[in-house]
């Protein structure tokens, strides 16, 4: 809801005005918010980094002399509009609520709702969002980046002048401790009746946070699983055992807590929930029990070498990489590391991270069933 | 410490940008290779474009051309398909392959070192699929099953059913890109096996390479791997594009106790080579293509009805179609239409202000460096030029064009490709609480529609 309304005009911009002047600069922008960070970015042409600056600085200042009532009840209906649209009327759209909520404990941070209910949306008030805005939105709890066609000492400048002015903050309250077990201890299954055509899962592992020496063999450990056509699930699931349709797995990359491995399965039609559950459990094992194939690690390697390399190519991705590891850890540089970090990791490192986390006392499943009688 | 300033920072200098040069030849055989030398990073996108697309199928086919594409993917007849998976990871690349309306594309992205390797890959995927009739039947399957699931899902289903329904019931048309349940029903691996050997040709295919290479590597290797392919074209097609109805209607697929209404509201659109392009890109990005558009501002901003709403023109070498698509909360479905009426019918009653006209042009003109920063999107838009029939200039002068665009031109491009009254309504919704609402609107007969109408 914040995010939207910091597109609702500032001191000297107008509702609206900011994707207006960024799209007449022939630029490209959104927002986004996740659980742990709010992105806030636009790629122009490189004559109009200046009018992105002041545009930017003018929100961080002067924010709250252009919030009114109205603007917030129009939003707020947009927002439970956008909550209808990708959680509600969407098959399985509440997955990605659901499952931090079943993977973290109630006075988690993780553990809520990212969007809010529609009892918490119908609640915001403009004070909320002062608030909010007094504590957060403030230059030294912000990364600013910048990549692309530029000269660095004139962008410095640049950013000097613009948000140089712009008051710290009084200090954001400490965080609650984001510390979990390294596992979930016992399998945790939740089932949820949809109106969805075929059971899909979703199984998470608790995993090393993004940063942590062992996150690489975690990551590497996702992409044997679940990256690709030659990775295991689709080859065991879609193509071997033909129990279903799709299957592929990913990291969350969180930084604090505890990060997660989630394995995403559809089951084709006509095959039962506890077919394909049977199937997730049974390539999970094999790995936990088994470790790599000959000549695994090698390609899972070179896949990631590419897809990093391809992300470089482009000004925003540049930004976002950049900007995640300085937010989360204070040094861009990182970036700098990552493939070297990923060629360091040994077979025998994958072996222990996978006997250690991806047995069933590190599985929390989430899934779907089609509402009995309901759909079509 | 600096004072804020207020005053909104004027534009620097613009710095050159062009679309990178690439050079277009061709193989005795007539395969014909475009090169776009780009040497940022060591990457290099290979892309094999041929002129094998769902506009080339028979209605009953329907499915086909998709079906092969992806079952290229699935082995060739020297490596079966956990072979060639991971042949191409051991390169580091994935690959991809699809079909189109109007083409087929196979394509990877490796780091430059691979060159070689990677284009002799996927090369033999092209040429020399295995086309096995387990793997077939497993595509099938799973292009069923996302149809089934498609039912479920308001948005695609919405897209899906809506664009078919605007085409006559004989053309390729009206049923989707990638078949219908009955028609893939029926597909087989030897269907699968005759189109590649009927269509796939030297004379309808491209191979593009952009990136860290050098247009002389790639006419050796082209050579090496392509030069003794040998077979015939297959014969040009043309495909009814014809609208199904010249007058006004409105059709409801029933979805219960749905909390949004997903609405489209569209026709036939006009063909990707006609004359008003231009004027017709510039008229949508003010109807509904950039954020500030006409439709987003009153349904989203004004009126809080939806998260957002949009149009667009699908552009084919055939007439695709024009769209209005947008979600809206379930009691304000017909307020939401009529409002979508109401802009249709501004955009062609009046011209638009100099500064809507310029916020699209501007955006349309400043966006274009950006929509190319990767070697992957370089080999895209070659793509496109070669499959729609582009001039070769049609980048390098694509920004004069959008600029030269002016607001009498957009009203006449209004007035000629905004078919007011013809307007096709779809609405995927809670029928019992819409249907009563939409018969008050005059927007011509209203049916309800099955899941399973064709």
């Not at chain 1, 925003?316 to 590391?337: H, M, V, W």
């Not at chain 2, 026709?267 to 949508?284: A, E, K, Q, S, T």
């Not at chain 2, 307020?335 to 100099?354: G, H, I, K, V």
């Amino acid at each position: 809801m914040f995010e939207h309304m910091l597109f609702q005009g500032s001191e000297h911009v107008a509702a609206n005005e900011h994707f207006e002047l960024i799209q007449r600069a022939g630029g490209t922008l959104n927002g986004s918010t996740w659980l742990d960070r709010t992105n806030y970015f636009e790629t122009v042409p490189s004559q109009q980094l200046e009018l992105a600056l002041w545009l930017e600085a003018d929100r961080m200042g002067r924010l709250l002399p252009a919030m009114t009532q109205e603007k917030l009840d129009t939003q707020r209906d947009v927002v439970k509009n956008e909550r209808r649209w990708s959680v509600d009327n969407q098959p399985y759209g509440s997955w990605w609520e659901r499952l931090p909520a079943l993977c973290f404990p109630p006075t988690h941070p993780f553990h809520h709702s990212l969007m809010g209910s529609m009892e918490d949306l119908s609640a915001a008030s403009l004070d909320d969002v002062a608030a909010f805005f007094r504590t957060y939105y403030t230059p030294d709890n912000a990364v600013l980046t910048i990549s692309g066609d530029v000269d660095a000492d004139e962008a410095n400048r640049l950013v000097d002048r613009h948000f140089g002015w712009i008051p710290r903050g009084y200090g954001r309250p400490p965080l609650d401790s984001m510390d979990v077990p390294e596992k979930f201890g016992a399998p945790i299954r939740e089932v949820v009746e949809d109106e969805v055509a075929v059971p899909r899962v979703f199984l998470a592992c608790r995993t090393p946070v993004l940063g942590s020496k062992d996150y690489y063999a975690a990551s590497i450990i996702a992409t044997v699983l679940g990256t690709g056509r030659g990775c295991r699930l689709h080859q065991t699931l879609v193509r071997d055992r033909q129990l279903a349709s799709a299957a592929s797995a990913f990291t969350f990359d969180l930084s604090k807590g505890s990060d997660l491995l989630v394995v995403d399965a559809t089951a084709r039609p006509g095959v039962p929930l506890d077919a394909l559950e049977a199937g997730v459990a049974d390539v999970l094992d094999e790995l936990q029990q088994g470790g790599l194939r000959e000549g695994e690690l090698d390609r899972v390697l070179a896949q990631i070498e590419t897809d990093f390399v391809t992300s470089m190519q482009s000004a925003g991705d540049r930004a976002e990489q950049l900007s995640r590891f300085a937010t989360y850890f204070g040094e861009p540089r990182l970036l700098n590391d990552q493939l070297q970090r990923y060629g360091e990791v040994t077979e025998a490192d994958v072996r222990a991270m996978a006997r250690a986390r991806l047995g069933p006392d590190n599985r929390a499943s989430l899934v779907y069933i089609p509402r009995i009688g309901g759909g079509s | 410490m600096s004072a804020p300033t207020v005053v909104r920072p004027a534009p620097g200098h613009s710095r050159p940008y062009r679309f990178p040069a690439f050079e277009r030849t061709s193989l005795p055989n007539g395969v014909e290779l475009i090169v776009a030398p780009v040497h940022r990073l060591p990457l290099v996108t290979i892309r094999f474009v041929l002129d094998v697309g769902a506009r080339q199928e028979a209605r009953n086919d329907a499915g086909v051309a998709m079906l092969t594409a992806a079952a290229l993917a699935e082995g060739t007849t020297r490596l079966d398909a956990l072979a060639l998976a991971n042949e191409f990871e051991r390169l580091g690349g994935a690959l991809s392959s699809y079909a189109t309306w109007d083409a087929t594309h196979v394509r990877t992205t490796v780091l430059s070192t691979r060159l070689r390797d990677a284009l002799s890959l996927l090369t033999e995927v092209v040429r020399t699929p295995a086309l096995d009739e387990r793997e077939v039947n497993r595509l099938k399957e799973e292009r069923l099953a996302e149809l089934l699931e498609l039912k479920t899902e308001p948005r695609g289903l919405a897209d899906e059913r809506f664009t078919s329904s605007l085409y006559k019931s004989g053309s390729r048309f009206s049923a989707p890109e990638s078949g219908s349940e009955r028609s893939v029903q029926q597909l087989t691996v030897d269907a699968c096996r005759s189109w590649h050997a009927q269509q796939f040709a030297p004379a309808v295919t491209a191979l593009i390479v952009a990136g860290d290479v050098e247009i002389d590597q790639v006419l050796q290797l082209a050579t090496e791997n392509l030069g003794d392919w040998d077979a015939a074209a297959p014969a040009p097609v043309s495909v009814d594009d014809l609208p199904a109805r010249e007058y006004r209607s409105v059709r409801v697929l029933d979805r219960p106790g749905a909390p949004q209404t997903e609405l489209r509201v569209g026709h036939v659109g006009l063909p990707r080579l006609h004359p008003d392009y231009f004027d017709v890109v510039v008229m949508n990005a003010i109807l509904g293509g950039v954020f500030n558009s006409r439709i987003n501002m009153n349904l989203r901003e004004r009126n809080a009805f939806t998260y957002g709403a949009f149009s667009s023109f699908e552009w084919r070498r055939d007439a695709g179609p024009f769209v209005v698509s947008t979600a809206v909360a379930t009691p304000v479905t017909a307020s939401a239409l009529r409002e979508t009426m109401t802009e249709l019918e501004r955009m062609r009653s009046s011209e638009p202000t100099a500064d809507e006209l310029s916020l699209s042009t501007s955006y349309l003109d400043g966006v274009f460096p950006i929509r190319f920063e990767t070697t992957d999107a370089i080999a895209g838009a070659l793509a496109s030029l070669r499959t729609l029939r582009l001039p070769n200039n049609y980048y390098d002068t694509y920004r004069d064009r959008v600029r030269a665009v002016t607001a009498g031109a957009v009203a006449r491009a209004a007035q000629t490709h905004l078919h007011f009254e013809h307007m096709q309504v779809l609405a995927v919704g809670d029928r019992s609480v819409i249907s009563p609402l939409l018969a008050d609107l005059d927007l011509g007969p209203l049916s309800v529609i099955g899941d399973d109408d064709e």
